[in-house]
Each structure stands twice: as structure tokens, then as C-alpha cells.
């Protein structure tokens, strides 16, 4: 608003009139305000074309891969995880990272073989329990990180509609699942796979270990390493299967915690009943467990041969790519 | 992203005898096109297969028999090459709601391969084409329906394609945002030398848009013709109100053997020849009616429309059949 004399032409202003003072000015004048705006065209509206070349396609799915990535550090223009899902995987990644201190303090103290090196130093069982060990690991955090992450990955779309933006694009079906694939392995092996790497390199670093501990050590770490690569690629598969079968982000999450406690509790049950550990064959976590027990070296804790657990990731895994493809495929286009 | 080309007088889309079946039911049947370029309605009841052709054309299905080309690409074998020259805009709601406009339209541009610079750049770009520069930074969640289909529009033209496909563009729009929705389409065709291809339920929209029409009925193309021509086949008719009997009007007009519409008390009366008027006031007078207002009636797009689903057996009495409370907003 901008202010203007207005002539009044020797009549009276309006402060004069209300309050009866001020008569007699021949050349009175008062200041009012008035709007700057004026007719005319406010908006032109201007078709603009575009001379740019189209990247090719790992530019597209790098745009899928990061949009989904991203959103974990920052929702500002990617994908939106609730502040609350972050936090969480802020925290469970902390929580994996306990061991680290530990070991500082280990050797900050000489704790040469006492209880911080038993608890906490590199060892076969030690190494087992950092990626697969139930407490707290397989039982709180784990689960927990892939149920936040995945829960949304593909419902949202279904829910949303937003699976025409990708595939009325030159986005394959293929391509959509591989990058929402990695983009969930990305995030949870970050967490899983990463804490343990950093674990392993911190008790070397700590400790001033030399190529001898290493040449003993590594191979039972990338045993390790390689049962955290698949506890990452089992659990992707069967969130991101569950994601594809439903508009709602609750019902993967919840969905993928009742398989993977479903199916640990009733095979508990079954063997305080019958004394059989047969049935932990049809729970994932166990498979796992039981397979890296095998890769890591130690003990056993199951009566059935590994191959059975190996036989039954593989059922798992592939049962779940196949409900993942067939329920993306199913995504309509035109009308969802 | 050719703007400088001469416009090529070549068809756009060609489809010769194109068959789309699911198991046992057949979804388009011997379909034959050429859409040239400029502005292109596709109407059709619910069911008739618009969609189906929308999805072969975009190379998302494989059709079962016969070929096509959409701007020189194989249907059947260039889909990817295909939907990067399309922009399409999706009749349902398509939008990421957490996401700021201006990020939800960079990130469609992205998905097309454009880098993040280029695709940044775009969407602030169409945004402003589109009437949303002001609530670019606005989530979408909290977005109205015509600024959502602004949205959905931007998000199809951020590559500036060769043609835009929009699936019901002025789906649930009130009367202001139907018109600048219309007049941003029509600017894009005219000024941007783009092609549209529209389906709708609105005549209205289609005749103020489009050249030309392609109408599907059952999965077959029944007719296919520039609206002009079409217009011009349709029978001219001579429209009167009437007051104080409609009824008895309607038939003092029949048994003089003329052919009548009635809607209420306006009646509209086939004019077979110049006699026609001079029939229906005597008609009037011996009914004892009053005429308060004749006129020559000038047939629009539903007339057409109407006229061919009759001929089709359609029971369809009006466009509003054929819609839902997702197109009309709910009223």
C-alpha cells in the first residue's frame, strides 16, 4: 500500500467529522492509503520448450535408488520417512555400534583376556552374536529396522497411485524392483553389515593387532560378513513381498515382526513339546542363525543338517521375489 | 524438445488392426488409427476400452495382434523409447502427498533421466505454466483437486514432449480451474506445437479443445472424423419453447409427420425442408400452444455423442451416465 493526498476539496476529513474539530481549512488535504495494485495481466502464462537430452537408463534408476536413500538423511525433495523411523534407525544404528566403546575400554584398561575381552572382543561367537545373535540383535533391532523400512516402500505407491509416475516413464517393472530392493539392502546393511565391519575394524584399531591376528581372524569375519549379506538379502525379500501386497505401510511392518516372531515362537513350542528342532527349518531367523553358525565355525545349536536351513533361505527368498514381481507386476497404470 | 522442427503433416500414432484380448475377453478389436497431430478426443463409454489403448499405445502392454507406431516407434518392441517422448497424465490421483510440488515434478523429470539441475530448473518452469509458481513449495497433501491435476499436468510436461496423453484432465474441477485446465492444454498445442490426446466424459471440454475425435464403443473405433464434419452429418433442428400444453403439442407436431425431441417444454423439430416452420406454427395454433421463443438449434459434440451410442444400442441418455462422483466432484 502506498499513501496519496486526497483533495476534500474544502470539505471536512473523516477524523474532523468524528470528532467535530478542525472546520475552516479551505485547503484541507487528508492522507489516505492506497492499493498499489492495478488491473492488468498479473500472470503470462508461456509455454517454454525444453532442448535437453534424456540421461540413460542408470541415470533413472539412480534417481529411484537416491530418492529412496536420501530420505533416510533428509526428507527435504525425497522420500518421506516419519521423524520418528529415523530417530529409530539412528538408534538401533548406535545400539549396534555398543561393542566399540567396549573394546576401547577393553584396551584402555589391559583387559587382556578378562571379562570386556570375553564380552566384547573379536572372537567366533562374539562375531555370530553381532550380526545374528537373538538378544538384543535378532530379537529388538533388526526386525524392528527392516519392518520401519520397508513398511511403506511399495504399499505407499499402491496406496498413492504413485506407481504411474514410475511406470509411465521408461522405467521397467524390473528396473522399479531392483532399485527398491537396493535401495531397502542399502539402508538395512548399512546398519547391519557396516556396524559389524566397523566392529571388527575398531577391536584391530584399539588393540594394535598385526597381519597374524589378521590372517586368523578375516575369514571367520567375512564368514560373518557374508551370513549378514544374507540375513540383509532375506529379510529385504520378505518386507519388500509384503510391502507389494498391500496399500498399507502397518500391515507390511506388522506382517513381516509376525513372521519373523511367529514363526520362532511356534517352532520354540514345538520343540519344548516334542524335542525336535525340525520346525525351526520354517523360521527365518533361525535358518539364519543356523547357517551362520556354519559359516562362522561354531557349534551348532539345531539338530537338523544345515542344508536343511540353506534349502529353506532359498524356498523363502525366492517364494518372496515371486509374490514381490507378481504383485508389482499387477501395478496398473492407468488405474490403480 | 523439438520445437524448431517443422511440424510434419505425418500421423502421430498409427495403429492398423490392433487386437487386445485378456483370456477369453476381448478389450480393443481391429483397431485402425491415424491420429495426426494438434488436439485428438478420445470418448467412449466406461469399459470401452480407452484405457486399453492408452496402455498399448505407451508400449506398457503387449497387444495381441496386429502393429502400431507412436511418433515412428514400434509399439510392440520401443515402449521405453516411446514413454520417453510422452508425457502422460493419469486420470487417478498420482502425487506423492508428503513431497513439495516443485520436488515431486523434479523428481518425475528425473525418472525420465533428466539430471537434478536440468530437472530442478524444469519443474520451477512448468510449475509457473501450470498456474502453481506460488505454491510450488507447498505440500501436496495440502493441495485442492484442480491443483492437483495442475500438478500431474507439470509432472507430464516437465520433459516438454512430443505428446501428452491426459486421462479425464478436468476430472472434479470446479468451472474456473476446468477452464485455465482447457486453456493451458490448448496453449500447449497451439503455442508449444504439441500434440494433446484427450479422453473425457465432457463434450463440452472435448469440443473446445480437441480438432478431431476417435470414438470407441465395445473395443472397436466406430467413428473417427474432425468434430466439423461430424457436426455437419448431424440433422439440423429448429428448437421451440412452449407454453401452455407441451404435450399435446408434441402431438399435433407428430401428426403432421414431423420428427420431434422434447426436453420439457422446449421441443426440437427435425427441419427436413422450408416448410418445416411454417408446419409447426400451424401445429401451435391448432394445439393452442404459445411459442415464446423459436431458434434455429446449433448441434454440439453430445448430440453426436448420443446420436451414435443410440444407433450402438447404448442405453446412455446423457454424458452424465457415463460419469462417476469422481468426475463431477461429488455433486
Known sequence: MSEEKVDLEGGVTRMEAAFGSGDGDEEATAVVASSEASLGQIFEQKYRPWKGELGPRWMRNYAIFRHHVYGVFTSKGHRQYHPMVRLLILVIFLASLTPI????????????????????????????????????????????????????????DRQHGTSAIYFSRPISRMDYISMKYLSVAIILGFVIVFSYF??????????????????????????????????????????????????????????????????????????????????YAMSPYDCLAHMGQSLLGIPPNYEHPVSISVVSLIVMNSAAIWLLVSRVTSLEVTRE | MSDEEPLSEAPV??????????????????????IPRGAVGILGPNGAGKSTLFKCLLGLITTTSGEGSVLGHDIRTEGEQIRSKIGYMPEYNALDPNLFAVDQVRYAGELLGMNSKNATQRAHEVLEYVG?????????????????????????????????????????????????????????????????????????????????????????????????????????EIELVIWGGASKMEKELSSVGLETRRLGRIIRVKLENDSTIDKALEAAVSAGVQVRQMKEYEPDLEDVFLLVMDKLGSQIKGTEDLMTAEHTGGD
Open chain 2, 13 to 34: 500414432i498409427i495403429a492398423k488392426g490392433l487386437r487386445k484380448m485378456y483370456g477369453p475377453h476381448l478389450a480393443l478389436d481391429d483397431i485402425n488409427l491415424e
Open chain 1, 198 to 279: 566397523a566392529y571388527y575394524t575398531s577391536a584391530i584399531v584399539f588393540k594394535a593387532e598385526g597381519w597374524a591376528y589378521l590372517a586368523d581372524t578375516l575369514p571367520i569375519f567375512l564368514g560373518g560378513m557374508l551370513a549378514g549379506a544374507i540375513l540383509v538379502i532375506t529379510y529385504t525379500s520378505i518386507g519388500l513381498a509384503l510391502s507389494s501386497i498391500s496399500q498399507s505401510r502397518f500391515f507390511a511392518a506388522i506382517g513381516f515382526l509376525s513372521i519373523i516372531y511367529g514363526t520362532k515362537l511356534v517352532s520354540l513350542l514345538v520343540e519344548l513339546q516334542f524335542d525336535t528342532t525340525f520346525m
Open chain 1, 101 to 156: 566403546p567396549m573394546l576401547f575400554l577393553s584396551s584402555l584398561i589391559g583387559d587382556e583376556g578378562g571379562f570386556f575381552e570375553k564380552m566384547w572382543g573379536i572372537n567366533r561367537y562374539n562375531l555370530w552374536g553381532q550380526v545374528l545373535g537373538y538378544f538384543p540383535r535378532n530379537l529388538c533391532m533388526w526386525p524392528l529396522l527392516t519392518a520401519v523400512v520397508v513398511g511403506g516402500m511399495i504399499s505407499d
Open chain 2, 132 to 236: 502453481l509458481k506460488d505454491q510450488r513449495y507447498r505440500k501436496i497433501e495440502t493441495f485442492s483437486t484442480g491443483m492437483l491435476q495442475a500438478t500431474k499436468l507439470a509432472c507430464a510436461l516437465v520433459h516438454d514432449p512430443d505428446i501428452l496423453i491426459c486421462d479425464e484432465p478436468t476430472n472434479g474441477l470446479d468451472q474456473r480451474a476446468r477452464e485455465f485446465m482447457l486453456q493451458t492444454l490448448n496453449r500447449t498445442v497451439r503455442e508449444g506445437k504439441r500434440s494433446v490426446l484427450m479422453s473425457s466424459h465432457v463434450m463440452d471440454d472435448v469440443q473446445d479443445l480437441c480438432d478431431s475425435i476417435v470414438m470407441i464403443h465395445k473395443g472397436r473405433i466406430v467413428i473417427q472424423s474432425s468434430i466439423d464434419d461430424l457436426v455437419e452429418q448431424v440433422d439440423k
